[in-house]
């Protein structure tokens, strides 16, 4: 059983470019967060997605940034014209169904951007 | 404002000896509580989690305790290996915030051989 996917693992933009995450969560997981990790601070949340619904994104910043969970493929996470700030590393997560404050969350291996 | 904090950021333990990692909270409305051990370029990878009902919970060498008056809990690694070597992040949610995961800021543990 495959974990979480992440693709790219690493990416580099230059500022004004757009940035495109994507995350497959694992096999039988219908719900899927995403997390930012800046340089030597812990996770922070950004937004809480199921198939084809935005649960939460409280926090996500709101311009430039959004996030969708179509109902086949992955879920995408779109920074639009980056600054450096974006450099981060970005993290997918996902749960199976069920009562959700239950279950517990399963992290992909990441995607480090590196904004120019 | 960070609701949950981890006061350590590293620490160096001898293999074979305990490591005790701390983590406190603010937000009395956490009621679930989560370790994930972290290496370096890849995901936080599940530990073990605790209930607020519960003050203990032990999966092998890992054990997690909770005490809820003094919102702070902690995770006890017995025997230590170098195997253990990695940043660990504790983490904590409430069964109405979205289920979002609010993480500390990690503990940096050394084991040595």
């Known amino acids: 059983n495959a974990g979480v996917m992440q693709n790219p693992r690493h990416l580099v933009r230059r500022r004004g470019q757009e940035a495109r995450l994507r995350c497959s969560p694992m096999k039988g997981h219908s719900h899927v967060y995403w997390y930012r990790q800046l340089p030597e601070e812990g996770l922070k949340f950004m937004v809480y997605l199921q198939k084809e619904n935005i649960i939460d994104e409280s926090g996500m910043p709101k311009e430039r940034f959004s996030a969708e969970f179509p109902k086949e493929g992955p879920s995408i996470l779109r920074i639009q014209q980056v600054v450096r700030g974006d450099s981060a590393a970005y993290f997918c997560a996902s749960s199976p169904p069920g009562r959700q404050w239950q279950e517990t969350q399963y992290f992909g291996p990441g995607t480090r951007l590196l904004v120019l | 404002d960070q609701q949950v904090k981890q006061n350590s950021p590293s620490l160096s333990v001898q293999e074979g000896r305990i490591s005790i990692l701390n983590c406190d909270y603010t937000n009395s409305m956490f009621d679930y509580f989560l370790w994930y051990k972290k290496y370096p370029a890849e995901g936080p990878t599940f530990l073990i989690s605790?209930?607020?009902?519960?003050d203990k919970n032990e999966d092998g060498r890992f054990t997690v305790f909770l005490n809820k008056s003094a919102k702070h809990l902690s995770l006890h690694i017995v025997p230590s290996q170098p195997g253990d070597s990695a940043v660990y992040f504790c983490?904590?949610?409430?069964?109405?915030?979205?289920?979002?995961?609010?993480f500390g800021g990690g503990t940096r543990l050394m084991v040595k051989p």
């Open positions: 983490a904590a949610r409430t069964n109405n915030a979205g289920n979002m995961l609010t």
């Open positions: 605790i209930s607020s009902i519960k």
